[in-house]
């Protein structure tokens, strides 16, 4: 724990004043909303009896304080308890303590404590973003009464003078290892209600309220199957990872490996002896689409698997945390939040796709689960496990420069070779005479051939709905959502156009709405009008979408993944959901339709992303004894990232894009920071981002402040947006620039600003 957070009350006032001071039970709490800081509140003497532990007010467990002259009940977290000097402060009492545990460890305690001041965040917020709204509120819980024989009277129970139906009662309920609900109690001794309200109204037996589980989770058994044999470059990274285990201390592991290569099964080896030492591991995957085929892979391997993720219910999350509090779990799987897991016994962290930017958290507070999951296994002395065909700049850099251990899988299990793969360049006056559609006549061609075969293909097209853009080819009208600065995308299944940024839903013109044109045009490509194009082409194709459109059912991943997988389905097409992480063996063709979606967006990340996906995308296919091949559609076909991804080589994509950000000190190499200032005026708004900006220059002497300039999407939910970028050259210097944000900002009515340490969107 930081020393701020360590030496909460160590500042003790004079020694005169000491004298006379009070000495009192104290808890800090923070605020999950409202007040940002720390607040003194006394401990009355019915929260501090350590013999009553379910009302015990200790760090971890949420209490209700009052706030404010007219003290007004807030819910706040309790970060410490120490009997001190009030330095004769008058201090407010805590009114309750809503808890019967704590739901926060002091390790968890700690990471937030750490994301508070690395990140700028309230710790109030942070601690309420650790723990899931359904922890939280109990779900799945009712509040029960339970029964139990105090000592006093356990002591005396031969010499008690009772009805046989009573002294029967007592006796069943002393004899039980763990308090009991009524119908508990009453079903084992076999009686009414009667003899138990007697024994209560005679004050014999003690009883407490408490939420109890419903219905207790069941794990469904599956069947189990053997460890794969490793081929020498998966043994040698298994043997690298256990000796790391075996050091039994922090070291971070990154494991670059062709898509294909065996990753996974280097993981699941790795955590089969960190189970065997009785510890738990957490596997992070980026995307809710790979959780059923990673989550099954594990279930294979191990007995107690835990999952979390955002599409749960809030029933299901509170039940599989639980579970993982017990220490009953092996291995906990999930997404970006699994990285707050609380695993008693944490032996190690992997993240799959170590690369993708979905573990950068996008509301507050703004935590990557790469830097929360170095942070946390650095306090447990445990090694992390960063797993990728495609590693973020950053991590490799690190490597580099021997932070990290470099480990390598250059070639696919069984020696089966890379896809090829091919450049379609939609610049060619032959493609563009020929095409009418998404598909060009090579990528037609190709598919025919692999539906003809038997094999099955993907096309990858990472734009929803059924047209990009609304125009009038009269007056150049583009339709564009009110509210956003954004065109409106049309979605043809349910004729409307949305605004993808702020869901605003309208129907579809019929006409131009500024010159009354009826030739109003529906222009690009979205996944809706692809699918469209792919039916009409291939009549006799199944086919299915994959989009967050079509994916909204709880399970529908899954549904969806499952007919892919059992040959149900022969051309899969979608988004970025369907490129990453897959194994089918029967996949024999990959189509990119257009490989320059991201690649020109103004964020000096853009071509890190294009390679990464298409590099991802082209690793889905090959992976059988039919091969497979790759074609990628694009108007820049020369560009240094699409070169590398076609050629899979990911040195020369690194080695090419790492001096520009060298040169103009972008992470890797400096630190960056995003201040967006958002408000309801244009004007008024500009003016607050030019004093931020005037103040984060006087405060950050080393630092390069850019901006305020306009944000991408200038105009988002009806606020007018401006953005400030802060260059680095490490940590300290980022904080010290952003020190004028850290104090009470006086900001005009409506006027909002958001700070983004380690910034990953740019829009």
């Excluded at 053997?226 to 081929?231: D, S, T, V, Y």
């Excluded at 490989?595 to 071509?607: I, K, Q, Y």
Aim: proline fraction near 7%.
């Amino acid at each position: 724990m930081s020393d701020r957070q360590q030496n909460l009350f160590d500042t003790q006032p004079p020694q005169w004043e000491l004298d006379d001071a009070e000495h009192r039970r104290i808890a800090r709490v923070v605020l999950s909303s409202g007040p940002a800081g720390e607040f003194d509140y006394f401990v009355p003497e019915e929260f501090a009896d350590e013999r009553k532990p379910e009302v015990l007010a200790q760090a971890g467990r949420r209490v209700r304080v009052p706030l404010g002259r007219g003290n007004r009940p807030v819910v706040g977290y309790c970060v410490e308890v120490a009997v001190t000097s009030t330095g004769g402060r008058k201090l407010k009492p805590v009114s309750a303590v809503l808890d019967t545990a704590p739901l926060l460890s002091p390790r968890m305690l700690e990471i937030g404590q750490w994301i508070a001041e690395y990140y700028l965040a309230p710790l109030g917020q942070v601690l309420e973003g650790i723990l899931p709204a359904g922890v939280r509120g109990k779900a799945g819980t009712r509040e029960t009464t339970l029964f139990s024989v105090p000592t006093r009277v356990a002591a005396r129970m031969t010499r008690l003078d009772l009805p046989e139906k009573q002294a029967h009662a007592l006796k069943i309920l002393a004899a039980s290892s763990k308090p009991l609900a009524l119908k508990q109690w009453m079903a084992r001794a076999e009686c009414t209600s009667g003899p138990i309200s007697a024994l209560r109204k005679k004050e014999l037996v003690e009883s407490r309220v408490e939420r109890i589980d419903t219905d207790p989770l069941l794990e469904q058994p599956v069947a189990r199957r053997e460890a794969l044999e490793l081929n020498p470059a998966q043994a040698a990274a298994l043997e690298t990872i256990t000796t790391a285990l075996d050091r039994r201390e922090q070291s971070t592991l990154l494991l670059h490996g062709v898509t294909g290569s065996g990753k996974t099964e280097v993981y699941i080896q790795a955590i089969e002896k960190v189970v065997s030492f009785g510890r738990q591991a957490i596997v992070l995957v980026p995307e809710i689409s790979l959780t059923p085929q990673t989550v099954g892979r594990f279930r294979e391997r191990f007995d107690h698997v835990a999952v979390l993720h955002s599409h749960q219910s809030d029933v299901e999350r509170h039940r599989q945390w639980k579970r993982i509090a017990s220490g009953d779990v092996q291995v906990v799987v999930g997404a970006r939040s699994a990285i707050f897991a609380p695993t008693p016994h944490l032996g190690l962290v992997v993240i799959d796709e170590e690369h993708e930017t979905s573990f950068k958290q996008d509301t507050a507070p703004r935590y990557h689960a790469r830097e929360v999951a170095l942070q946390r296994t650095r306090m447990d002395q445990i090694p992390l496990v960063l797993g990728s065909a495609t590693p973020s700049l950053e991590s490799w850099h690190a490597a580099g420069r021997g932070d990290y251990q470099l480990i390598s899988l250059p070639d696919r299990v069984s020696n089966l070779p890379l896809p090829v793969v091919r450049a379609v360049d939609l610049r060619d006056q032959e493609h563009r005479k020929w095409n009418r559609g998404a598909i060009s006549r090579p990528l037609h061609q190709a598919m025919t051939a692999a539906l003809a075969d038997g094999g099955q293909v993907i096309l990858l097209l990472n734009r929803r709905g059924y047209s990009t853009h609304v125009q009038c080819p009269a007056c150049g009208f583009v339709l564009k959502c009110d509210s956003c600065d954004v065109s409106m995308v049309f979605h043809r299944q349910a004729n409307h156009v949305v605004c993808h940024w702020c869901d605003r839903v309208e129907p579809p013109p019929t006409h131009c709405p500024d010159c009354k044109d009826a030739n109003i045009r529906y222009g690009g490509f979205g996944t809706q009008k692809l699918e469209a194009e792919v039916r009409a082409r291939f009549p006799d194709a199944r086919v299915l979408r994959m989009d967050t459109d079509s994916m909204r059912r709880p399970g529908s991943h899954e549904q969806a993944l499952d007919s892919f997988r059992n040959g149900e389905v022969d051309v899969l097409l979608g988004t970025q959901m369907i490129a990453k992480g897959l194994d089918f063996p029967n996949v024999t063709l990959v189509g990119v339709v257009n490989a320059d979606t991201s690649l020109h967006f103004p964020d000096f990340r853009a071509s890190e992303r294009t390679f990464h996906l298409v590099t991802q995308v082209a690793g889905r296919t090959g992976r059988g004894s039919q091969g497979g091949r790759v074609l990628v559609q694009t108007l820049s076909p020369d560009h240094p990232a699409l070169v590398a991804a076609m050629q899979h080589n990911y040195q020369a994509f690194a080695a090419s894009e790492l001096p520009e950000r060298e040169m103009l000190n972008y992470p890797p190499f400096g630190r960056m920071a995003r201040v967006v200032i958002r408000g309801p005026n244009d004007q008024v708004t500009l003016a607050v981002a030019d004093e931020l900006a005037g103040k984060i220059r006087t405060a950050g002497a080393g630092t390069r402040v850019m901006g305020p300039a306009p944000c991408t999407i200038a105009k988002l939910r009806e606020l007018f947006r401006y953005h400030i970028l802060v260059i680095a050259p490490d940590v300290a210097a980022l904080h010290k620039a952003a020190a004028p944000l850290a104090g009470k900002l006086k900001l005009p009515e409506g006027v909002q600003w958001i700070v983004d340490i380690d910034p990953v969107d740019m829009m």
